[in-house]
């Protein structure tokens, strides 16, 4: 009997306890058993990040971390925003294509035109509420101030053979650096592959002809094809590849190709037919027949698009996949 009374009073003293613990418990807003509050442990909140200064052709300009409303006012400018997967908000429409070149159409869908690349529509790129937009000083110096009272505006320099250059510039104000280092990279590493492959074919001396509404053009080495041309390593021996980006040329010039072992050339034909006409009389006439290059079947037809016009990344790419075919070289 005492054994079993000490064993009950150990129960109740135990009961009494736990009664006190549980009043206590209750008493700080908890239950017994249950883990502290979240409010109890000190929540650290994450810090956003601040504006980033860029420095650009207008000077500098302090951008947002990771901008999410982008309007971009170049082709070129375009291309590169979609390889670093970005959609922009707004942009300007191809220079034909109604309104993107068909390689980008894909990835525009739902993207609002702002007007052309050489005239934006500044109140309709006021209602997009861009927080960053991206336009270039040979095209749009004139508009920079009513740009930059609209949001943040970053400029590229100039046009032509400056795509790479230009797509570091719109990287580093997109705050994707890293990745368009790889993009250019990547690019670098399709070249060597072809010039590894292309062997003696880069011996061939190679032209460039562009026919347009009433003109036709030689283009040198300071253009999108020239500065492609230059990495691979083509010889481009006529004495301005280096000096001048096109020149305006009469038919009687047409006799400077025979100098040339293949000859590559687009049309811009914006769909009024004008480069179309352009094309055909010229290549119709004798001067164009005797060329060495149409004897030997050494004359190249491309895409205007992407061997010039668009003039980004994407484009690039295109006109590299299209050498590998026509050089018969297996990427």
């Not at 320099?157 to 250019?184: H, M, P, Q, V």
């Amino acid at each position: 009997m005492f054994g079993k009374s000490k064993q009950l009073r150990r129960a109740w003293t135990l009961v009494a306890i736990l009664f006190v613990v549980s009043i206590v418990l209750t008493a700080c807003g908890e239950k017994p058993g249950s883990q502290p509050a979240a409010s109890a442990a000190p929540q650290e909140t994450a810090k956003s990040e601040g504006p980033r200064t860029i420095k650009h052709a207008m000077g500098e300009t302090a951008v947002p971390a990771h901008p999410q409303r982008v309007v971009i006012l170049t082709n070129e400018g375009t291309e590169a925003l979609l390889a670093l997967g970005i959609k922009p908000v707004g942009a300007v429409e191809s220079y034909y294509g109604s309104p993107w070149f068909d390689h980008i159409k894909a990835d525009m869908q739902g993207v609002t035109t702002v007007g052309g690349e050489s005239q934006p529509n500044l109140e309709l790129i006021a209602s997009l509420k861009p927080d960053l937009i991206i336009g270039n000083k040979m095209r749009h110096e004139k508009v920079y101030d009513q740009l930059k009272a609209i949001a943040p505006t970053v400029y590229s320099e100039t046009l032509r053979g400056e795509w790479k250059s230009n797509f570091a510039l719109y990287a580093d104000a997109l705050n994707k650096k890293a990745e368009g280092d790889k993009i250019i990279a990547a690019f670098d590493k399709r070249i060597d592959d072809f010039k590894s492959k292309a062997g003696d074919k880069l011996k061939e001396k190679v032209a460039v002809v562009r026919f347009m509404g009433g003109k036709t053009r030689y283009y040198y080495g300071n253009m999108f094809t020239g500065v492609i041309f230059k990495q691979i390593g083509f010889d481009r021996s006529d004495a301005k590849s280096d000096e001048k980006s096109f020149e305006d040329i009469t038919k009687e010039r047409l006799t400077e190709l025979d100098a040339a072992d293949r000859v590559f050339y687009f049309t811009y034909e914006t769909g009024d037919g004008k480069g179309t006409k352009q094309e055909q009389e010229w290549m119709n006439d004798p001067l164009w027949k005797n060329l060495k290059v149409v004897q030997n079947n050494k004359l190249v037809k491309v895409n205007d698009a992407t061997w010039n016009t668009a003039g980004g990344v994407k484009a690039a790419n295109i006109m590299l996949d299209d050498l590998y075919k026509i050089y018969d070289i297996k990427p």
